[in-house]
């Protein structure tokens, strides 16, 4: 880790009131595969987006605090209690939506929400108005009585959110919930998690930095197993001064400064073609310092191991 994205690091607020506490968690496939390295980290309320290319190991990572499988290494503590030795606690308060989410079809949302919280063991007369609160907090309410085959991508992700909250959980999980939506339904879905993050702790993981831009209160890089980064955006953002440039190249120039540097961004002008570099260093000394966005960030977080 380079000295500045270690004191931006350092100078993360510390989760007010962690809600999970990770301590040197780590998880080896039986074959022997380190897919999580040990990870410590503190968790509060609020939207925590966790980043990282495939194979970073978020959904590992996600599966060990879902109580669905067990560190190898360390141990993770919710409010305080070891999930390791005492699940339950956590399970009572937890909505996970992973990324492979079965439906039956045939069912209409509220039929299918129905059967999932007697699965889920809500008490049976509570169900009916349980269902029809989380379908409406997921502006599904429409669509309640049409069979499930018969959504789009984006509103069989309401079911999926819908199940994780018939509990009302302090702890929410969706793992990659974005993948095969359209834009616009990505943008409902981000609002729709930030109207429901209120105290819970939502935990959402993506590849896709603009899932997580405008919503999340705080990040956490993953990066073949290892903690790249945690803390809060601005963070993210300090940390990546000074490691994003501004050049213009003739358009001759342009495959010799991707084959050389990393190139998030090119932008074709009348003078050039105008890149946008995470380097540690000016890649020429007409490169300019730019300001970096959050995805130049990310990148800078990634880069040193790349
Ligand atoms: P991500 O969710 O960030 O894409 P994963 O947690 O799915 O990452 O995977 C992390 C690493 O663990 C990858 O290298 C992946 O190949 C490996 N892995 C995932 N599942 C298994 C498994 N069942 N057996 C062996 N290795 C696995």
């Given amino acids: 880790m380079s000295a500045a994205m270690a004191s931006a690091k350092a100078s993360a607020p510390a989760a007010a009131q962690a809600l999970l506490d990770l301590s040197g968690v780590g998880y080896s496939y039986a074959g022997g595969k380190q897919a999580v390295a040990g990870l410590s980290l503190q968790l509060g309320a609020g939207i925590v987006g966790l980043l990282g290319p ?11 605090l879902a109580t669905l499988t067990r ?10 209690r070891d999930i390791a030795q005492d699940p339950e606690a956590l399970r009572h308060e937890l909505g996970y939506l992973p990324q492979e989410f079965g439906i039956y079809p045939a069912q209409t949302a509220r039929e299918f929400l129905c059967y999932l919280a ?14 029809d609160e989380c379908i409406e907090m997921v502006g599904l309410a429409a669509g309640r009585d049409r069979p499930i085959g018969s959504f789009s991508g984006g509103m069989r992700q ?10 009302d959980p302090a702890l929410l999980i969706v793992d990659e919930p974005t993948v095969g939506l359209d834009p616009g339904e990505r943008q409902r879905f981000r609002n729709l998690l930030t109207d429901l993050a209120g105290k819970r702790l939502v935990l959402l993981s993506t590849h896709i930095v603009s899932d997580v831009e405008a919503i999340a209160t705080a990040l956490v890089v993953m990066q073949r197993g290892q903690l790249r980064f945690s803390g809060s955006p601005e963070a993210l953002l300090r940390a990546a001064i000074g490691k994003v440039w501004d050049w213009t190249v003739p358009e001759r120039a342009l495959e010799a400064a991707r084959a050389s540097y990393r190139v998030c961004n090119a932008l074709r002008r009348a003078d050039g073609i105008q890149l946008r570099i995470v380097s540690e260093q000016a890649p020429h000394p007409d490169a300019v310092p730019a300001l970096p966005g959050l995805e130049e960030a990310y990148m800078v977080a990634l880069a040193h191991e790349v």
């Fill in 54 to 64: 495939n194979g970073a190991g978020k959904s590992t990572l996600m599966r060990m």
């Fill in 71 to 80: 560190p190898t290494q360390g141990r993770i503590l919710w409010k305080g």
């Fill in 158 to 167: 309401r079911v999926g959110i819908a199940q994780a909250l018939l509990n």
């Fill in 118 to 131: 007697a699965v889920k063991g809500l008490p049976h007369a509570a169900i009916g108005a349980r269902v």
